[in-house]
């Protein structure tokens, strides 16, 4: 007998079957084994990447939102502020205010007397302590002449030795604060003259040189504007496309070329969009540069093949027998549409609408060829001002050289995840709450 597959001379075929049968379902079960191994580890690797990011940005950036300030005993001098005597609010805005604010410092620090050491002295302060004098007096007049326990903004240094970014275990000549601010530090910190408080300035101002005074306001607004222009452009002319293709046009070879450039469109790199809109948008029709409307132009061209091909999944999705059974009651193919079709298919197309925004919210390059990437102080409050968006704040943020930017830069990485993850959120409320099994 044949010995062939480790037969036995007295293996009957039935018992050779079953063995052959049983060694295959062997190997299927260690490959089916293996195969739900590397699924294991691929997602498991992929679940630890996003925690290690999630992580890493948090830990970085979570020290945006509280700032450092320093309080000092202030002095509103006569003498400095209104001189003259005059004390309506356009003379009183004239006021040397930071020779107030140095009087302070040197109130608290008798003992700083050389020029090298009163220039660092006054470094402790952000150079926007002055303004918050002013508006306090611009408000009040009565301030004048009294004195008052005012909490100051700190400089970005002094902010990150609070934080602890800055060590003074670091050898001198490898940091930016010297044994000298650091002693004046610990001292502030021993009276609980400097504390950190919630940034609110983080929210509530535009674009700054200077770390301590940046905000993310203005990015906001231009993100904000430009998703504006974005939504009530790509919504319903993607929407009207769709319907268009999928329950009017007819079956060509011209509705098929238009189908495969959508497709392709929908993976054309974002880029591409840009400088499309940078030829057409600004050089053609000379549009602002810059400006939240031509942002929304060129994000309208990126998002519309997302929305189309959304919206025609959607439209896919509803039973033919919905039309049937309204041809049947004798509607016209445009209330069949209208009044069943669309209503029915809305989740979808919301859900896909909402998607492409959440795309066009992330977006950067495309917004870069069309020159969003100065840098904009003023917070936009029309279309055609200049503006910049969050993404672009971002990347110009980790760009610049000072330390206390990369915390700024990502605690504007967090409110950007945050806002992405609230609209894929809103997507996924909208389809299981509307969404209808057939």
């Not at 079960?29 to 290690?52: N, Q, S």
């Not at 004048?144 to 003074?168: F, Y």
């Not at 053609?284 to 025609?312: D, N």
Request: hydrophobic residues 50%.
């Amino acid at each position: 007998m044949n010995n062939t597959n480790n037969a036995t001379p007295f293996e009957t075929r039935g018992q050779r079957t079953q063995r052959l049968v049983a060694a295959s379902l062997k190997r299927r079960y260690r490959a089916e084994l293996r195969f739900r191994t590397y699924g294991i580890v691929a997602v498991t690797l992929g679940l630890l990447f996003v925690v290690v990011l999630f992580s890493t940005i948090i830990s970085k950036g979570i020290g945006a939102f509280k700032q450092a300030y320093v309080t000092l005993d202030v002095t509103y001098s006569a003498a400095d502020i209104a001189p003259d005597g005059k004390l309506a609010p356009a003379d009183l805005a004239q006021g040397d205010y930071e020779a107030v604010v140095k009087a302070a410092l040197r109130n608290r620090f008798s003992d700083v007397t050389e020029r090298d050491e009163k220039r660092k002295l006054y470094g402790l302060l952000s150079n926007s302590a002055d303004t918050i004098l002013r508006d306090r007096v611009v408000k009040n007049p009565q301030l004048i002449g009294t004195t008052e326990r005012v909490a100051l903004l700190a400089s970005d240094r002094v902010d990150l030795v609070v934080k602890g970014r800055i060590s003074q275990n670091t050898p001198e000549a490898d940091r930016t604060v010297s044994d000298l601010e650091f002693g004046w530090i610990q001292a502030l910190l021993a009276e609980h003259r400097l504390k950190e408080q919630f940034n609110t300035g983080l929210f509530t101002h535009g674009d700054s040189r200077e770390p301590e005074q940046a905000g993310i306001l203005g990015a906001l607004v231009g993100s904000m504007l430009t998703l504006l222009v974005t939504v009530c452009l790509s919504l319903p002319i993607g929407v009207a496309a769709a319907v268009y293709l999928e329950e009017f046009a007819v079956r060509n070879r011209y509705t098929d070329f238009i189908e495969v450039n959508i497709n392709n469109l929908a993976a054309v790199p974002s880029i591409v969009f840009g400088l499309l809109g940078l030829a057409v948008f600004i050089q053609f029709f000379g549009l602002p540069r810059s400006a939240p409307i031509v942002g929304g132009l060129v994000l309208t061209l990126m998002t519309l093949p997302t929305i189309i091909i959304a919206s025609r999944a959607a439209l896919k999705a509803v039973p033919p027998a919905i039309r049937q059974a309204a041809f049947g009651m004798g509607a016209s193919p445009v209330q069949m549409v209208t009044h069943h079709v669309l209503p029915l298919a809305m989740p979808g197309i919301l859900t896909g609408a909402i998607i492409g925004m959440a795309r066009a919210l992330g977006e950067s390059a495309p917004l870069l060829m069309i020159g969003m990437v100065a840098f904009i102080a003023d917070v936009p409050r029309a279309l055609s001002d200049s503006a910049t968006v969050l993404p672009v704040q971002i990347y110009l943020w980790s760009s610049s050289s000072e330390q206390a930017f990369v915390e700024r830069t990502s605690g504007a990485i967090i409110v950007l995840l945050i806002f992405l993850l609230l609209m894929n959120a809103l997507a996924m409320i909208l389809r299981n709450r509307f969404e209808r099994r057939w």
